[in-house]
């Protein structure tokens, strides 16, 4: 009798906890602004105006963002891994050898984890989630550039090494990287810093017109891609005869090439939801599986490099040029540097607009 009660006080209690734990509800496509609409995705939206917690909270609850937070926050603890392992194994400090590597990989880590936190945190207004963004596509920039030193250092195949494109091709890099942030930040805004008195949920690029701002966007990235691969598509497409450096790495560099290409269709593409609109909210919708094709990528470019990289070390140590500060660290702080000064410039209206009313919070899945 005396245990049955115990148990019913406890079961009392455990209710209790549950419910003061509440997780946050979830929205349908048109209970939310056109700001936070995604194609062909009807159900799953968090509340517009979260707050940092429910925002955190909602990591925990199935909603059509948690598999995107979650399949770049988990790879990013991986590439953290690979980058510390190196920075414990090698003299990093006085063997230049190993520089690019290390850009390169601290690239690989800040570009899912800044990824993670847009999806976390972008839906605690709007201004929050083009700023989160924003920061998504700085970082992206910087994977970009992090890939093209490393790929001048270990990958360029024998017949470029030394050749004028290569002395180009880590400035025009960095030009590039910059060019994507711009051109991605203005996909979703278009200069708004231009506008500082109007209203920017009424203006902004995205909701005027959509297919403009996706295919800005999705030029922003492929266009550096491109640029960065031209060495890798010459050495396993093009050439011919001496000087292609065909070793063990370049399946590798072919598996990471193919998961680059389907990464990039799953993004232009949104399939398989807008096959049927609605199924795939919650798993499986194009985004999630974009993530996770670009992390496998990811994955195997880093094999790639790290195999170009040992194979290839005592040729390349004598005819290559130095490795320096100025073409490894240098060129990534100029990319982060001006990356910020673009996003604070694009974030600069946003920042300045007045403070939302506090009825905007019960108003905002009428807006
Ligand atoms: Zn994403």
């Known amino acids: 009798m005396y245990s049955s009660l115990t148990r019913a006080v406890r079961a009392v209690h455990l209710g209790?906890?549950?419910?003061?734990?509440?997780?946050?509800?979830?929205?349908?496509?048109?209970?939310?602004?056109?700001?936070?609409?995604?194609?062909?995705?009807?159900?799953?939206?968090?509340?517009?105006r979260s707050s940092a917690t429910d925002c955190v909270l909602s990591l925990f609850q199935l909603t059509n963002e948690t598999l995107n937070v979650w399949t770049h926050f988990l790879p990013t603890w991986y590439?953290?891994?690979?980058?510390?392992?190196?920075?414990?194994?090698?003299?990093?400090?006085?063997?230049?050898?190993?520089w690019p590597l290390l850009v390169y990989?601290?690239?690989?880590?800040?570009?899912?984890?800044?990824?993670?936190?847009?999806?976390?945190?972008?839906?605690?207004?709007?201004?929050?989630?083009?700023?989160?963004?924003?920061f998504d596509y700085g970082a992206l920039s910087l994977y970009s550039l992090g890939s093209a030193i490393s790929y001048s250092a270990y990958v360029i195949p024998d017949a470029w090494v030394n050749s004028t494109f290569h002395t180009c091709y880590i400035p025009i890099a960095v030009f590039n990287s910059i060019l994507s942030t711009s051109l991605a930040c203005y996909s979703r805004l278009g200069f708004s810093f231009l506008h500082y008195t109007h209203n920017i949920d009424d203006r902004f690029s995205e909701r005027e017109s959509l297919n403009w701002s996706k295919v800005f966007r999705v030029l922003a990235f492929t266009?550096?891609?491109?640029?960065?691969?031209?060495?890798?598509?010459?050495?396993?497409?093009?050439?011919?005869?001496?000087?292609?450096?065909?070793?063990?790495?370049?399946?590798?560099?072919?598996?990471?090439?193919?998961?680059?290409?389907?990464?990039?269709?799953?993004?232009?593409?949104?399939?398989?939801?807008?096959?049927?609109?609605?199924?795939?909210?919650?798993?499986?919708?194009?985004?999630?599986?974009?993530h996770v094709c670009g992390v496998i990528g990811t994955h195997f470019q880093m094999k790639a490099?790290?195999?170009?990289?040992?194979?290839?070390?005592?040729?390349?140590?004598?005819?290559?040029?130095d490795i320096t500060i100025s073409n490894t660290v240098g060129a990534a702080l100029v990319c982060v540097c001006i990356s910020?000064?673009?996003?604070?410039?694009?974030?600069?209206?946003?920042?300045?607009?007045?403070?939302?009313?506090k009825d905007m919070k019960r108003n905002a899945l009428n807006e």
């Open 16 to 48: 209790n906890m549950f419910s003061i734990i509440k997780l946050p509800r979830v929205f349908t496509v048109h209970q939310v602004p056109k700001a936070f609409h995604e194609d062909s995705i009807i159900s799953g939206y968090r509340h517009p």
């Open 79 to 98: 590439f953290l891994w690979k980058l510390m392992t190196v920075l414990l194994t090698e003299n990093v400090w006085y063997e230049e050898y190993t």
């Open 105 to 134: 990989l601290f690239s690989c880590c800040v570009y899912p984890l800044a990824s993670s936190c847009a999806h976390t945190f972008s839906t605690m207004s709007t201004r929050a989630r083009h700023i989160c963004y924003f």
């Open 223 to 290: 266009y550096p891609y491109l640029f960065d691969n031209i060495p890798l598509f010459y050495r396993l497409v093009l050439c011919v005869g001496e000087g292609c450096t065909d070793n063990e790495a370049n399946s590798f560099h072919v598996q990471h090439t193919l998961l680059a290409f389907l990464t990039g269709f799953l993004f232009a593409t949104h399939l398989p939801e807008r096959l049927a609109p609605g199924r795939f909210d919650y798993i499986g919708h194009s985004h999630q599986l974009f």
């Open 305 to 321: 490099i790290e195999t170009d990289m040992v194979l290839r070390r005592s040729q390349l140590l004598i005819s290559a040029p």
């Open 340 to 357: 910020l000064g673009i996003i604070y410039y694009f974030s600069l209206p946003l920042l300045h607009r007045s403070t939302p009313h």
